[in-house]
């Protein structure tokens, strides 16, 4: 019963955030503060992880390549194909839970703690539109940080197959090229907007509904953390069957 109590919570909780509007001039100050906090700070660590992971996956294949006959350019294809379809927008996703899951939880559980959030609504402010509402907007650029991960993901693949002599330059971007179906990019950046509307609202949810002190804090963003993971999963496998079944 909980588990159901804690999700009609959450739906009221989004309707919640998109009732009465915070003022328009306010809002725009507060999305761009979001878009530098969950966003923009995140690219450094999404570069990182993208190149070296795409280098790995190159790498992986290359090595488990051992049959003459098969095509050197399918390290390539196969590289491509793991970073558009499930490394960039679902790995990277997870990864996000944790970095941008845990700051939306925590900035919004500390200011329930220390009863900021009381005193928004005493002053007649509807306190989930002006702490989420920013938040969502500022996610819905999340899809710019898949396809940044995706372009750096593939130049790190091209840079392990050619620089470690597993693969010719032109033979891999052949294999880039080969069999390159465009709705893959589309159903990846569909996945994309879903995964970006659970990465802000269940942390959002964990953080505004939080009760305690400053230890609870750090509890609801791990809980905040696993269930963001689950949610994503399960979407990733629903959205998956949905889109190329």
């Known amino acids: 019963m909980k588990y159901l109590h804690d999700i009609g919570e ?3 909780m989004l309707k919640k955030v998109f009732g009465r509007m915070t003022k328009t001039s306010v809002l725009r100050g507060l999305i761009f503060k979001e878009i530098d906090d969950l966003i923009i700070s ?4 999404v570069i990182f992880i993208s190149f070296f992971i ?13 049959n003459p006959l098969i095509p050197k350019s399918l390290i390539a294809f196969t590289a491509r194909q793991s970073i558009i379809l499930e490394f960039s927008p679902t790995f990277i996703s997870i990864i996000m839970a944790g970095k941008v899951g845990s700051n939306i939880t925590s900035s919004i559980g500390t200011m329930r703690v220390m009863e900021q959030i009381d005193a928004l609504e005493v002053m007649g402010i509807n306190s989930a539109n002006y702490l989420i509402f920013p938040k969502i907007i500022a996610m819905l650029l999340y899809p710019f940080v898949i396809a940044i991960s995706m372009f750096v993901g593939i130049a790190g693949a091209y840079a392990a197959g050619v620089l470690g002599g597993f693969v010719a330059g032109e033979e891999f971007l052949n294999g880039l090229q080969n069999d390159f179906i465009p709705f893959h990019l589309v159903y990846a950046f569909i996945k994309t907007f879903f995964f970006a509307l659970i990465l802000a609202t269940i942390p959002s949810y964990h953080g505004y509904y939080m009760r305690g002190g400053a230890l609870e804090v750090g509890k609801a963003s791990t809980t905040a953390f696993v269930w963001t993971s689950v949610v994503l999963i399960l979407a990733n496998y629903l959205l998956t069957q949905l889109l190329l079944s």
């Open 42 to 45: 995140s690219l450094g660590i």
């Open 10 to 12: 959450y739906f009221l």
């Open 54 to 66: 795409g280098g790995v996956v190159t790498i992986q294949t290359a090595l488990n390549l051992t």
